[in-house]
């Protein structure tokens, strides 16, 4: 299998990767506090360098323009490259309103020269464009430091007064948030804080048209699980903020959130992660996935048992629900691999590991046990996927593997609605027998559980949790490793 370089998505506290960073950019002091969202380019010359550095080493078909042809076909004349460039909306989009009213701020080497060059007449108020945009509408005021404001709007532009926003927009991006901004090519900003409502106005919108979208995809859909975590977010939080960074070993998007002092979230994510050295529990194989996550903190057992219930579709009232919980409080991490599988029709989680970290590995692996056992004859109606029936058998001690002595089980899931041609869907992600049919072994340490009789699979998973050859030692998601923040909570790679 060709190996390619591994794409990553990580929740971590604290710092973010580190590179030649740039301080954020000072202009926002124009930029009002409670505008809905910020976009900036620190600087369109390192923009552009880190982006030619990427085509080169992808070898993009279509060479990048220079950084004079850019500006002069955006009809930018006389912007300096060199300095940053914010953009910036006072409302958020609405698909069935008008435009938000916004502004644009560029560094230009003069302000009277750039006002001319669009047909208008240089003052010391505020100027027509009546040669810029699709309606010649455009407004231009001039601000200090080499600035010019740019609007459609004039009571946007009259907003714009002295500075002194900068420091409330440091403290709207977070700790975290400030590192994005500071070391990424360009960031932009969600002001959660201020536009509580307007946001979950937005959210509402997104969740209505999944749960149509999956309505129609066959099935009903319950999404209410989901409306109550991203209501939770928006509620507990001040910012939310993207940023992406460019370079010769590739493309980093990074996300981080802002969390109110105080509420739940923001006490669940201060807390230091361990997920860099749980990923080294995983056996060194091709993956379509990789990840491991750190539930060591009250507050982060809470939230996986949130995620556990939401992806799962049981709900929280009945007895299989209260065993994945036991399984939860009795681990403190864990780490999971989707391995390579040549044919997906021999079922795509063939190659799956999991491996959880506990105090008490014979504890976790009876829980484990005790739900397996459980699902046995279990039966649950999904919203989106119909009926399902469970029937399962476990067998303790059935093998020999690397010398522990492993236990195995088996699930087949049933579902009413098989789908077309009668298959069943189980048979797509674990194979002919409908489910996983694997080995639980219990080391010290923690438990390693696969979804196949894969011995070969198992003895390496063993080898790796006890420290031999793992998927730290993969060359290329060491690469992508090193650009991540510390104390990772969760982190994931896509091979």
Not at 51 to 60: C, Y
Not at 196 to 224: H, L, S, T, Y
């Amino acid at each position: 299998m060709k190996r390619v370089m591994p794409t990553c998505l990580v929740v971590a506290a604290g710092t973010v990767f580190a590179s030649s960073a740039v301080a954020v950019p000072p202009v926002l002091d124009f930029v009002p506090e409670d505008a809905t969202l910020i976009a900036a380019l620190p600087s369109g010359t390192s923009v552009h360098r880190d982006i030619s550095e990427l085509a080169t080493a992808i070898q993009a078909p279509i060479p990048i323009p220079g950084i004079e042809d850019l500006l002069a076909n955006a009809e930018l004349p006389g912007v300096d490259a060199d300095r940053a460039v914010v953009l910036y909306m006072t409302s958020f989009p609405d698909p069935n309103g008008p435009e938000p009213d916004g502004a644009i701020l560029l560094p230009v080497d003069s302000y009277d020269d750039f006002v001319k060059a669009f047909g208008g007449t240089p003052t010391n108020g505020i100027d027509a464009l009546p040669d810029r945009g699709w309606a010649g509408d455009e407004m231009a005021k001039k601000l200090p430091n080499g600035y010019v404001a740019i609007s459609d709007v004039r009571e946007v532009l009259e907003s714009i007064g002295s500075d002194g926003n900068l420091d409330a927009h440091k403290a709207l991006l977070g700790p975290a948030g400030r590192k994005l901004a500071e070391d990424g090519d360009g960031f932009i900003v969600v002001n959660i804080g201020d536009n509580r409502e307007a946001v979950g106005q937005v959210i509402d919108g997104f969740m209505e048209q999944a749960d149509m979208m999956m309505m129609m995809a066959g099935g009903g859909a319950d999404m209410a699980g989901a409306a109550e975590m991203m209501t939770q977010l928006v509620d507990q939080s001040e910012s939310l903020i993207l940023s992406m960074d460019a370079s010769n070993l590739g493309l980093s998007l990074d996300l981080a959130m802002n969390f109110t002092e105080g509420s739940e979230y923001d006490a669940t994510f201060k807390a230091a992660g361990r997920a860099s050295s749980l990923i080294g529990k995983l056996p060194n194989q091709p993956f379509f996935f990789a990840g491991a996550f750190d539930t060591d903190s009250a507050p982060m057992k809470e939230m996986f048992k949130q995620m556990n219930m939401l992806s799962s579709g049981l709900g929280e009232d009945n007895e299989l629900a209260d065993q994945a919980n036991a399984q939860a409080d009795a681990m403190n991490g864990g780490a999971m691999m989707v391995g390579f599988v040549p044919g997906i029709m021999s079922g795509i989680f063939q190659k799956t590991v999991l491996y959880f970290e506990s105090e008490d590995p014979t504890s976790f692996a009876g829980t484990t046990k005790a739900f397996i056992n459980k699902a046995n004859g279990f039966e649950h109606n999904d919203p989106s996927m119909g009926a399902m029936s469970f029937s399962t058998k476990y067998t303790d001690d059935a093998e020999q593997v690397g010398g522990v002595s492993v236990d195995q089980y088996e699930m087949t899931i049933r579902m009413q609605n098989a789908g077309g041609m009668g298959m069943n869907p189980m048979m797509l992600m674990f194979g002919p027998y409908g489910g996983p049919r694997g080995y639980v072994a219990t080391l010290d340490g923690g438990v390693i559980q696969t979804f196949s009789r894969d011995k070969a699979l198992l003895g390496s998973a063993i080898d790796a949790a006890n420290g031999g050859e793992s998927l730290s030692n993969d060359a290329m998601l060491r690469q992508v490793a090193s650009k991540l923040p510390e104390n990772r909570l969760f982190e994931g790679y896509i091979g």
